[in-house]
């Protein structure tokens, strides 16, 4: 993509900002989505969890690309937690798809990014999926079904659409990797339940080259799934950052305690989720860290 105008909904995430760094540095412009006053001219205003946009403030960007929505793994899973959210990613997503479909063709962005989750497919087992397998079932199922068809009105207002179905994002600075290295560094890690389950993973910078080949490349539509070719184990996850980090990783955390301390969330971290990227790769994407020790060394 030559050098575009594109809005950012979730610019200060961990993906986000990483995305946005990168749009900058090739000379792009980043429009950002914030929920409080805009405070500059590249800032427009927007409530995911009511599901409102400033419209007007998307006319003219190139793309639009939305990574905002709630820690799924920030807290305990209760009621109102849950309904938060989905408020935020199936009202804001909502709200986004029909700013764009609403704007005189003229001043249409091109292109809807949308993120959604590996856990739209649930529970795999050892059965490795890819694009073409049906949702699973429970929350993150069916919240991925419900975020996936809320970006229905850029689609049918001719806008490329696109949903980027991201996996465990291996980084230092967020996500589930965040938790772990400071546990690792102190030599408490280990493996989580029986060590079986599997974790789809991606490094930061491949998830963000991901992100720009999506934008940047004409036909590509529907889902993709943003992980590395080779989900592993826990118990391999666990065994890479032993080594990587010189530190012994003697200790488990039974299932039974992650159920007590997690609630209902134990159940995502004990699944498993054999998820491989095929249509990522079809479209000529290479990832430059497909391995588990190749992105654990990237994030250190």
Known sequence: ???????????????GSALVRSLTADGHTVVRLVRGEPRTADEVRWDPERGSVDADGLAGCDAVVNLAGANVGGRRW????????????????????????????DVRPRVFLNGSAIGYYGETGDHAVDESAPPGEGFLPRLCVEWEASAAPAREAGVRTVFARTGLVVARGGGAWARLFPLFRAGLGGRLGDGRQYWSYIAL?????????????????????????????NREITEAMARVLRRPAVFAVPAPVLRTVLGE?????????????????????RFAFPGIEEAVRAAL
């Open 1 to 15: 993509m030559e050098r575009a105008r594109i809005a950012v909904a979730g610019a200060s995430g961990l993906i």
């Open 78 to 105: 209760t009621p109102a937690y849950k309904a938060r959210i989905r408020a935020g990613r199936v009202r804001g997503t909502g709200a986004l798809a029909g700013a764009v479909a609403g704007l005189p063709e």
């Open 205 to 233: 910078h491949d998830e963000v080259a991901a992100l720009r080949h999506l934008l940047d490349t004409d036909g590509l539509s529907g889902p993709f799934n943003l992980t590395a070719p080779h989900p592993v184990t």
């Open 265 to 285: 969330m134990a159940g995502d971290v004990l699944g498993s989720a054999r998820v491989v990227p095929a249509r990522l790769l079809e479209s000529g994407f």
